[in-house]
Antibody
Framework: EVQLVQSGAEVKKPGESLKISCKGS????????IAWVRQMPGKGLEWMGI????????RYSPSFQGQVTISADKSISTAYLQWSSLKASDTAMYYC????????????????WGQGTLVTVSS | SYELTQPPSVSVSPGQTARITCSGD??????PYWYQQKPGQAPVVVIY???ERPSGIPERFSGSSSGTTVTLTISGVQAEDEADYYC???????????FGTGTKVTVL
């Protein structure tokens, strides 16, 4: 069974750093892209970026480039999303999601999702 | 940046048909996908590659496309279909992914 299990909720202060995780199981972690998606309170879904754990090829949405860092450790089948200096506006639910294996538009979607990690940034 | 536009809300009576549109310039080049998100839950894909349904998704969910607009149709709406729905695709190069603005479906 394919599963993406995310780390637990976090409460941080502005200016602090944070790294949240997404552990994949039940499939070949290195062969599938993993994306991160933000959902601010009461708002819609926003694609942040995506990483291929096999070679760490990473792409960022222009809206998030320079604001976050996406990484992966294939030895433990885990992808990460990190901030060096959090802002109150980073308060949101963050989801990781798997892209199906294959090239081209036919596969440009997300078939499995993590349960989400709620990040709260408040002084 | 590339955007996909959806109506904010759609209201429908049980048993009727709900249609949710999604507009974007690159939709003729990139497949559209649809997700359902219920409160407190992660999104679930209900339509992929224009009109395919993953296993476990009821037949009342269908997708269609015409030029720069794609449509999710829910035929014979049931109370359990009340949720937020998002279209998703990619820009014309296929490099960047994007979600639509989202539509709240209310079952009256």
């Amino acid at each position: 069974e394919v599963q993406l299990v995310q780390s637990g909720a976090e409460v941080k202060k502005p200016g602090e750093s944070l790294k949240i995780s997404c552990k994949g199981s039940g499939y070949s972690f290195t062969s599938y892209w993993i994306a991160w998606v933000r959902q601010m309170p009461g708002k819609g879904l926003e694609w942040m970026g995506i990483i291929y754990p096999g070679d760490s090829d990473t792409r960022y949405s222009p809206s998030f480039q320079g604001q976050v860092t996406i990484s992966a450790d294939k030895s433990i089948s885990t992808a990460y999303l990190q901030w060096s200096s959090l802002k109150a506006s980073d308060t949101a639910m963050y989801y990781c999601a798997r892209r199906p294996r294959g090239s081209g538009s036919y596969y440009n979607y997300f078939d499995y999702w993590g349960q989400g990690t709620l990040v709260t940034v408040s002084s | 940046s590339y955007e996909l536009t959806q109506p904010p809300s759609v209201s429908v009576s049980p048993g009727q048909t709900a249609r949710i549109t999604c507009s974007g310039d690159a939709l003729p080049k990139q497949y559209p996908y649809w997700y359902q998100q219920k409160p407190g839950q992660a999104p679930v894909v209900v339509i992929y590659k224009d009109s395919e349904r993953p296993s476990g998704i009821p037949e009342r969910f269908s997708g269609s496309s015409s030029g720069t607009t794609v449509t999710l149709t829910i035929s014979g709406v049931q109370a359990e279909d009340e949720a937020d729905y998002y279209c998703q695709s990619a820009d014309s190069s296929g490099t960047y992914y994007v979600f639509g603005t989202g539509t709240k479906v209310t079952v009256l």
